[in-house]
């Protein structure tokens, strides 16, 4: 197999017959819509639906205004703190379904990825319907709270005041909280799969050696897990950082993150070169993540 | 070795079940110490499961196992004075040589001067000088074995339990690794526990051997005793290669026992074998202890066996199958009755395969010590 695969530089023909389709859809529908608006980021509005391209730099320029540039690292603080959250989450989520048995591991995962099969937008408001002021969130806590109020009045304290129900949704809380829900099977999967795939009489090794579980667990484990926990990351936090859905339908005034700002410039500003540098910045910044990423594997794999 | 052997590991009426399926069921033996003590069976006789209980990877249903007189109840695995040899070796991929065998020492919180010190001196024990620097990916399955051994032996355990140590090496470095692992465990003196499947391994290596089947002890004993002398027919079948015949017990004395076997006849045995009179027993009979002649030699045949009485120890057959195998030659012999009856013949000169051959009439004798009579 891997032998055929290696060999494609000697058989030019069959290489070429199965290459040739996906190359050319690339090109078609991925790098040339690119191309364009790459080179929209360098334009300027000339009419309502007219772009000049004349190679100025001032969307960029803009681009770099402290505005767009807090939105940009705010968006980098959601996205990572959600990526940390998904991995402290995750990790657990992964072992348990690693170590259950092997009847319940398919049902498991299937509970892990059924949500994907299910609609965003949907996922999306059934998460608003229960974090609502009327929701079933706000409910449990107002339960609990009349609890506690019900307890005071048991040992003789005022009970407290009336439950007023908390703000959860439209706010940075609501986003992180959207955002890991949705990531959260992006990361538990290849940590999953990393984890399989890890003998487990290594572990047992570990611990026949005078190893904790802690010890063991930071020692063998988390190693052995790092490519998939690299892959996690990775996985998490690029989507992560280009939230659009959740930002806009559970956030707040001051909770937009940056695809928000680039949605903003192509719709009601109508103005899409500076949207199309706006996106590029993110991209660039994208394939920074990803050139450290592969940067760090062969470094890894060279040692 | 002349002071009396303490016992190191106690198993007292262990079993373990999981779910419905006992896998150890009520075993209660003694491990002493300095022994090479091996637990041979079949796979999915319970011999790993009471290993991984002695090591606290599992928890016995019922009974307990002591270690050095310590109840070892509630000690979890990384408490406890013993440390494992995996099926897989469990070398940690992501560690050099030096590294994997100074796991247990870092995590002991022995200073780096010592670690150093000994292992240097568990990797020279294992003949791994040299290899300090590599990385588990770059060594064969026996060196990455000598890494698990040495890992383990740098901790001094009281108890070294292996499991299946030799099942994933060739045959040659298998043949090679019995006599060395038996010359290790000679020179450390530290009580190793094996886990095995194969006879061989168990026979060459064992000070004693328990043979487990569906996790009850067959036969504990030392090898020799345990080939010579089974106490049942699963042992004597799952030891070496038998014949068994069924048969009555006609004659039983403290000097003499003779039994009658419809399928093979007459057998005679120069020893008591104190079972009731008239039971039903089985004889079992080695290949390599039965002796070839061709049918004419009727004088010669006599005068071997006269050990015992005229006309036992007698049988006479046809050779239905041959397997030439250079130091013996297999034969499959039918008898007289219709049973088939396995021979062994030694090949003691080059030609010596060449003496019968398929359809052969021959005759077979054996020596009045030869059968052993099994009640069970």
Redesign the interface.
């Given at each position: 197999m891997s032998g055929a695969l290696q060999d494609w530089k000697s058989q030019k023909k069959p290489f070429a017959a199965v290459v040739t389709a996906p190359v050319f859809w690339l090109a078609l529908f991925f790098v040339a819509p690119m191309a364009i608006v790459w080179l929209y980021s360098f334009g300027q509005n000339a009419g309502p639906a007219d772009i000049e391209i004349s190679g100025t730099l001032d969307n960029y320029k803009r681009a770099t205004e402290w505005l767009y540039v807090s939105i940009f690292l705010k968006s980098f603080a959601v996205a990572t703190l959600t990526t940390l959250l998904c991995l402290i989450i995750g990790f657990p989520v992964a072992m348990a379904i690693t170590f259950a048995a092997p009847k319940w591991r398919p049902w498991l995962l299937l509970g892990i990825m059924l949500p994907f099969w299910t609609n965003l937008l949907i996922r999306t408001y059934a998460l608003m319907a229960l974090m609502g002021t009327n929701g079933y969130m706000n409910k449990g806590l107002g339960e609990l709270w009349e609890g506690a109020s019900w307890l005071r009045t048991l040992v003789g304290m005022q009970p407290l005041d009336a439950w007023t129900p908390v703000q959860l949704l439209y706010n940075n809380f609501a986003v992180v909280l959207g955002l890991v829900y949705v990531h959260l099977p992006f990361m538990v999967l290849p940590l999953y799969s990393a984890l399989d795939r890890l003998?487990k009489?290594?572990i047992?090794?570990?611990?026949?050696?005078?190893?904790?579980h802690f010890?063991t667990f930071m020692?063998?484990v988390v190693?052995?897990a790092a490519p998939g926990i690299v892959a996690g990351v990775m996985i998490t936090l690029i989507p992560a950082l280009g939230a659009y859905l959740t930002p806009d339908l559970m956030g707040g005034t001051d909770s937009q993150m940056i695809a928000n700002v680039i949605e903003r410039q192509f719709k009601r500003a109508n103005d899409w070169p500076f949207g199309a540098a706006l996106s590029f910045l993110l991209i660039y910044a994208m394939f920074i993540l990803i050139a450290f990423q592969s940067m760090r594997a062969n470094k890894v794999k060279a040692a | 070795m002349t002071q009396a052997k303490q016992p190191i590991i106690q198993i007292r009426n262990v079993s373990k079940r999981f779910g419905k399926v006992t896998a150890v069921d009520n075993i209660s033996l003694d491990i002493l110490a300095g022994e090479f003590f091996v637990l041979l069976g079949p796979s999915g006789c319970g011999k790993t499961t009471l290993l991984r209980m002695i090591a606290g990877f599992e928890m016995p249903t019922e009974g307990q196992i002591f270690i050095d007189g310590q109840d070892m109840s509630l000690v979890p695995p990384n408490k406890r004075p013993v440390n494992m040899v995996f099926q897989s070796y469990a070398v940690f991929p992501h560690m050099n040589v030096t590294d994997n065998v100074g796991y247990g020492l870092r995590i002991a919180g022995v200073s780096k001067g010592e670690i150093r010190d000994r292992v240097a001196e568990a990797l020279e024990l294992v003949k791994l000088g040299g290899f300090e620097d590599r990385m588990p990916d770059q060594m064969s399955g026996g060196q990455r074995q000598r890494v698990a051994l040495a890992r383990s032996l740098v901790m001094r355990p009281k108890v070294l339990l292996l499991d299946e140590p030799l099942s994933a090496l060739d045959a040659k470095l298998r043949a090679q690794m019995q006599f060395e692992l038996a010359d290790l465990q000679d020179k450390v003196g530290i009580t190793f526990v094996t886990v095995t499947h194969d006879q061989d391994e168990a026979l060459s290596m064992a000070s004693r051997v328990a043979v487990i089947n569906k996790g009850e002890v067959a036969q504990l004993a030392p090898p020799a005793d345990l080939y010579e002398y089974p106490a049942n027919r699963f042992v004597a079948d799952f030891v070496g290669s038998v014949n068994i015949f069924e048969g009555k017990l006609t004659l039983d004395e403290p000097d003499k026992a003779a039994v009658d076997c419809p399928g093979l006849g007459k057998i005679y045995l120069n020893h008591g074998v104190t079972g009731p009179h008239g039971a039903d027993v089985w004889v079992a009979l080695r290949p390599e202890k039965i002796y070839l002649h061709v049918p004419g030699e009727g004088k010669a045949v006599r005068a071997a066996a006269q050990d015992a009485p005229d006309g036992h120890n007698l049988a006479r057959g046809t050779i239905k199958g041959m397997s030439y195998l250079g130091d013996i030659t297999l034969y499959e012999i039918q008898l007289e009755g219709g049973q088939m009856i396995r021979v062994s013949r030694p090949n003691l000169s080059r030609h010596d395969q060449e003496d019968f051959t398929w359809d052969d009439k021959v005759s077979m004798h054996w020596r009045a010590d030869s059968p052993v009579v099994l009640l069970s």
């Open positions: 003998d009489s290594l047992e090794a570990s611990l026949d050696l005078g190893a904790g010890k020692q063998i190693p052995l | -």
